[in-house]
């Protein structure tokens, strides 16, 4: 296993963002069946669907709706309307506060008109607190990443509990946890999913990892709450060891990895005591989603190559 090599990776991203490639691989039925691994459904039934499963199977949650680079305001306000609907959703079938559910800015308008993406927040954020739930903002590309912080800071003023993804790629990111590892702090470690230049990004693997571990340590040491989303076997042995360094309890931080990828070692962890939440996304618009998916492990694409061709 391992990170994809850096060209393998780059032509996998660039595939994510051609609507050409899009159209050649939505249009592939059997694609389906590779989707549904990594994907819940395209509604928010199937979602409820999902999340009652592993909810049963004694882990916890946290939803995408895919709806990203939202271009319109009735694009952005569609994908508002589907996480008040789901939270909704949610709170009836009883499922927080064991799910919440995470937003991706872009979704709700960012690129275009920021004021709009947060009042959208705003709404989505009132209703996870009314169904007893939170929101995580999810982390996109760098050029998003200030203006994503400055709107965790003004949210969190009214709901303290929204939290964000830090991804450790980015050079600044040892700084940001630094700063927002306080009291009440929602942080999600990952390693990042985009492509991004030299002079903002460490580029090897093991510039990523050291990061990693870096930030993770600032995480553990600080008075928020570490979230470590990783599928990386070395950084979840460390994350074990820095908890018990730092002394806190398994209600102290959270485990969190992706539907569909290590489920058993999900399970694993959720058996030794530890909060597990799983990310799982749902929703038409599932292609990004999945190319970032590929573009991290070869093997995925082999799996899907050889579905192609045995349609
Ligand atoms: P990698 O470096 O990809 O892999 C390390 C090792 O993990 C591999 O060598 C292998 O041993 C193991 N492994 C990885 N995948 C598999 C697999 N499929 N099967 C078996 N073993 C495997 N990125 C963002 O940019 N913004 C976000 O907001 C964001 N949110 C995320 C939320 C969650 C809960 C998670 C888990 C990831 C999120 N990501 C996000 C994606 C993240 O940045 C990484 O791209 C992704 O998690 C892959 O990195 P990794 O840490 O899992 O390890």
């Given at each position: 296993g391992g990170y994809a090599p850096l060209m393998f990776r780059s032509v996998i991203l660039a595939a994510a963002g051609s609507s050409r490639a899009e159209r050649l691989v939505q249009s592939v039925p059997?694609?389906?069946s590779i989707v549904s691994r990594f994907v819940a459904g395209t509604g928010s039934d199937d979602a409820l669907r999902v999340t009652r499963e592993l909810v049963a199977d004694g882990l916890a949650?946290?939803?995408d709706y895919l709806g990203e680079d939202t271009t319109t305001p009735?694009?952005?306000e569609a994908a508002?309307?589907?996480y008040l609907r789901l939270l909704d959703?949610?709170?009836?079938?009883?499922?927080?506060p064991a799910a919440e559910v995470s937003v991706k800015l872009s979704a709700l308008g960012q690129a275009f008109d920021e004021k709009l993406a947060e009042e959208h927040a705003r709404l989505i954020c009132a209703k996870a607190s009314e169904a007893g739930t939170t929101v995580t903002l999810d982390m996109e590309d760098h050029t998003t990443t200030d203006s994503t912080l400055e709107m965790l800071a003004r949210l969190r003023t009214d709901f303290p509990t929204v939290g964000v993804a830090l991804q450790?790629?980015?050079?600044?990111?040892?700084?940001?946890?630094?700063?927002?590892?306080?009291?009440?702090?929602?942080i999600r470690l990952c390693k990042g999913a985009y492509a991004e230049p030299e002079s903002v990004a460490y580029q090897s693997r093991l510039d990523v990892d050291k990061s990693y571990v870096r930030c993770m340590n600032i995480l553990m040491a600080g008075d928020g709450y570490p979230m470590i989303a990783s599928h990386d076997p070395r950084i979840v042995t460390i994350a074990e060891d820095r908890s018990k360094w730092f002394d806190r309890g398994v209600d102290e931080f959270e485990f969190?990895?992706?539907?569909?990828?290590?489920?058993?070692e999900q399970l694993r962890l959720a058996r030794e005591g530890y909060t597990v939440r799983v990310y799982v996304p749902y929703g038409t618009q599932w292609y990004g989603y999945l190319m970032r998916r590929l573009a991290e492990r070869p093997a995925n694409v082999a799996f899907f190559a050889r579905a192609l061709r045995s349609r």
């Open positions: 059997l694609s389906r949650v946290t939803l009735a694009g952005a508002r309307d589907e959703g949610l709170a009836a079938s009883e499922l927080t450790s790629y980015l050079r600044r990111t040892e700084a940001d946890c630094r700063e927002l590892a306080t009291p009440g702090s929602r969190q990895m992706l539907y569909g990828v290590r489920p058993e």
